[in-house]
Nanobody, 121 residues
Framework: QVQLVESGGGLVQAGGSLSVSCAASGSIFIINDMGWYRQTPGKQRELVASITSIGSTNYAASVKGRFTISRDNGKNTVYLQMNSLKPEDTAVYYC???????????????WGQGTQVTVSS
């Protein structure tokens, strides 16, 4: 059983910074891409940032230059540092990872439970 457990998030004023992290645990053979999505009520979940196993990153245009994604492969953890936050960044942030749980199974997508990030104006 694979679990993604997020931590961090919370309430911050506009212009402030916040970080979230997500640790994968359980039956893990290999972790491929890891990333962060966000969702607000009534809208589809959208990609915020992703990072490959060798550290190549991809960002949504709306967060480029403000957010930084990183990972610690030894800890099976992905991080998202969010700077210069805006009220429109308010959302539930979900981490995701493509994980191969054992050598008998191919990669599957796993999701965290989500963590709320609220930016006040």
């Amino acid at each position: 059983q694979v679990q993604l457990v997020e931590s961090g998030g919370g309430l911050v004023q506009a212009g402030g910074s916040l970080s979230v992290s997500c640790a994968a645990s359980g039956s893990i053979f290999i972790i491929n891409d890891m990333g962060w999505y966000r969702q607000t009520p009534g809208k589809q979940r959208e990609l915020v940032a992703s990072i490959t196993s060798i550290g190549s990153t991809n960002y949504a245009a709306s967060v480029k230059g403000r957010f930084t994604i990183s990972r610690d492969n030894g800890k099976n953890t992905v991080y998202l540092q969010m700077n210069s936050l805006k009220p429109e960044d308010t959302a539930v942030y979900y981490c995701t990872a493509r994980i191969r749980p054992n050598h008998n199974n191919w990669y599957q997508a796993y999701w965290g439970q989500g963590t709320q990030v609220t930016v006040s104006s």
